[in-house]
């Protein structure tokens, strides 16, 4: 009786362990979870296979978790792909504040200058983690960090000398020329023989020489501007 009494009792203890181990694993405690880990998964994820491959499913196998402990995180699938974009645009943002480390301040680096790391930032991105890049830029409704990324680019602009229309209308011409980055890089090689010809340039430093052709044409509209502004200054003194 005793014998059999302890083993009752072990199997008891025993069966209350496992079912403590369920319920930590289904919280996504035992496993250690966190929205970060679980955001670099569903990353690695949609980096291979696109926003298709991600399900709950997968992502908690990746995890070693069950299904439901994901969800102590993110409410849905939808939740986890709206956090991945905000990460994409978040690390775009980040472009801009390097080129100010090492002590030097916003307004002595050139908007060129930090406008230029941004829009190559994205460019690098595109290419590196082509699926990720086109969440971001096709979800439904923009994180926070995109309009922080809005609002950042407009200020540059402004600081380059445009009115606020023409920042508006100058960062529209770069989200177009952004979002249909990837589209343009696949077909870039039929348009160089449209052209009648070789550009001489890799995809990559065409973008580059598109990106500086638009700054360039930038602070020719801001000079342009400037010296209207002189003249009719001018003018007006000579007319008094």
Not at 200 to 213: H, N, P, R, Y
Request: with cysteine; charged share 25%.
């Amino acid at each position: 009786m005793y014998t059999v009494y302890l083993h009752c009792t072990f199997d008891i203890r025993k069966a209350a362990m496992i079912q403590n181990m369920t319920r930590d694993i289904k919280r996504g405690v035992r496993k250690g979870l966190t929205p970060a880990l679980v955001l670099n998964q569903a990353f690695a994820i949609v980096d291979v296979g696109g926003p298709a491959a991600l399900t709950m499913r997968a992502l908690a196998a990746r995890l070693g978790a069950a299904p439901m402990a994901v969800y102590n995180h993110f409410r849905d699938r939808e939740a986890i792909l709206d956090a991945l974009a905000e990460g994409v645009f978040a690390s775009l943002s980040v472009a801009s504040s390097e080129v100010t480390r090492g002590g030097a301040s916003k307004r002595r680096v050139s908007w060129k200058t930090r406008l230029r790391a941004i829009l190559l930032a994205a460019q690098r991105f595109a290419n590196e983690h082509p699926h990720l890049y086109r969440l971001a830029m096709t979800r439904p409704s923009k994180p926070e960090t995109a309009f922080e990324l809005t609002t950042e680019a407009v200020a540059i602009l402004r600081v380059a000398g445009l009115s606020k229309r023409e920042a508006f209308h100058a960062y529209h011409a770069f989200v177009l020329m952004l979002q249909g980055y990837p589209l343009w890089r696949e077909g870039y090689e039929d348009h160089g023989r449209a052209l009648g010809g070789e550009t001489g340039l890799d995809a990559g430093a065409q973008f580059e020489a598109s990106v500086d052709w638009l700054l360039k044409l930038i602070a020719v509209t801001t000079k342009e501007k400037a010296l209207a502004k002189c003249q009719g200054s001018s003018r007006r003194k000579l007319s008094t």
